[in-house]
């Protein structure tokens, strides 16, 4: 997939890694790159250093209305990254209701899955074409102290699978991206090293452009994906111990 004389849409964004996505296809050639984000003004700045090649859309991927204005616009997009993302701080019991469960799988899981739906028929017009769905290493390992959105990644992996077998006559690829831990402010409340946004989206663009299935970012991912294989149980035990409030570390 070439990324020179695309056309991508990054869900999420004005900020965070998608922030990062939006420069990194500017950099790498794009011919256009719609910020797909919940309040236009947030990414006004990416506006102004696109100079022409940017255009802000609102886009809530929990709300169908604005998937559907949003398709009807952007119709020539060829690289859709579903990178919008929540996370609620919540853990399943303790939670007082289900709502924050809800509204990350509802961004998560269905968001990715609704715009997929969405702009497949617009991906198709391409002759190549590809999704990259920016998941979590609590996607691939069961972490309690994250709640419901450990399950909405592992959602979202399964989804990418699925996609990817319903997508390839129509030669579109579907790259899951494994993300560890990234200096961002869904990740203010972990201490240790982490990845930098930049890095991530240098790794997707990489990942899409070969159209690999399923690539680990960063070092973190990476040590996830190599304790789960090493001693699952051992692993899983170990990740339980984010439900006790110890402090959490990205452990470098
Ligand atoms: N940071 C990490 O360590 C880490 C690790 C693994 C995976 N990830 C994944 O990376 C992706 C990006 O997260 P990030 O770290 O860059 O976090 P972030 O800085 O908190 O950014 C999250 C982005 O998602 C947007 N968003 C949230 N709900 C949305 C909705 N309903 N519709 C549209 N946009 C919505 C936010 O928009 P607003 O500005 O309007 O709130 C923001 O642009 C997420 O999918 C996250 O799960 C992050």
Do not use: W
């Amino acid at each position: 997939m070439e990324i020179k004389d695309s056309v991508a849409l990054v869900t999420g964004g004005n900020r965070g890694i998608g922030e990062a996505f939006v420069r990194a296809f500017l950099a790498a050639g794009a011919r256009h790159v719609y910020v797909g984000t919940r309040d236009v003004t947030n990414a006004q700045h990416l506006v102004e250093e696109g100079a022409g090649r940017v255009t802000a859309i609102a886009l809530d991927v929990s709300r169908q209305e604005t998937i559907d204005e949003a398709a009807k616009t952007c119709t020539d997009v060829t690289i859709l990254v579903n990178n919008a993302g929540q996370f609620q701080m919540q853990t399943l019991m303790r939670a007082p209701d289900m709502s924050s469960a809800r509204a990350e799988m509802e961004v998560n899981y269905f968001g990715p899955l609704a715009m997929t739906r969405a702009f497949a028929p617009i991906l198709a017009k391409s002759p190549q074409s590809a999704i990259a769905n920016v998941l979590s290493a609590g996607g691939i390992v069961a972490i309690p102290g994250m709640g419901g959105y450990s399950p909405s990644k592992f959602a979202a992996r399964a989804m990418s699978t699925c996609l990817r077998a319903e997508l390839a006559p129509q030669n579109t690829s579907v790259t899951a991206l494994i993300v560890g831990s990234v200096d961002t402010r869904m990740a203010a409340h972990v201490e240790g090293s982490k990845e930098t946004p930049a890095y991530i989206a240098d790794v997707g663009l990489k990942a899409i452009k070969r159209g690999a299935d399923e690539v680990d970012t960063d070092y973190m991912a990476i040590e996830v994906r190599a304790g789960i294989s090493r001693d699952p149980k051992a692993y899983e035990l170990q990740m339980r111990r984010s439900l006790s409030g110890e402090r959490v570390t990205t452990g470098r």
